[in-house]
């Protein structure tokens, strides 16, 4: 089978936006993910993968909790930077002067003006090649405006 074909299908499917949040020592970082999925309705789990490589995956293994922020289509360089810059190197939330909102759970802030915030304490963990699957019960959450629009990744570019 043409390995093309397969990719091609595979960046056919529809992915949420998002962002996911983490905190370890007072520093915060947040990264674009599109690898994420609800996988139980009760109680209510979320899965995302995350690269062994990456800044947050390492705050999420040590804290055990994230928080998941679904982006609008207004959105759009919010993703861009978040999903181009490490937190190791740049303080993307001082950067993109993103206002962030206490949370009511988990240690990891709202970030405000997204469609919504899903605080998540891990559950499980399964290595997947070079990524890890953070099962993540949700465990408190809040709802922004109404009329906005999420923003969605289809075949490499935001939709929104």
């Known amino acids: ?19 996911v949040g983490a905190i370890e020592n007072e520093k915060h970082n947040i990264m674009t993910v599109a690898w994420i999925t609800q996988i139980s309705a009760n109680p209510l789990q979320l899965v995302i993968s995350i690269d062994k490589s990456r800044y947050t995956h390492n705050m999420i293994s040590e804290t055990g909790e994230f928080m998941v922020s679904i982006l609008s289509s207004e959105q759009k360089e919010i993703a ?44 499980a963990q399964y290595p997947a090649g070079g990524r890890t699957l953070f099962v993540g019960e949700v465990v408190a959450a809040d709802v922004g405006k109404e009329n906005l629009k999420p923003m969605i990744m289809y075949r490499g570019k935001y939709i929104g």
């Not at 043409?2 to 949420?16: C, G, H, Q, T, Y």
């Open 1 to 19: 089978m043409d390995k093309d074909f397969i990719n091609l299908a595979a960046r056919s499917l529809v992915w949420p936006v998002c962002l």
């Open 80 to 123: 861009a930077v978040c999903g181009s810059r490490s937190g190791r190197n740049v303080d993307k939330i001082k950067q993109l002067k993103i206002e962030t909102v206490p949370s009511t759970v988990v240690k990891v802030p709202r970030l405000a003006g997204c469609l919504a915030n899903m605080e998540c304490k891990v559950v």
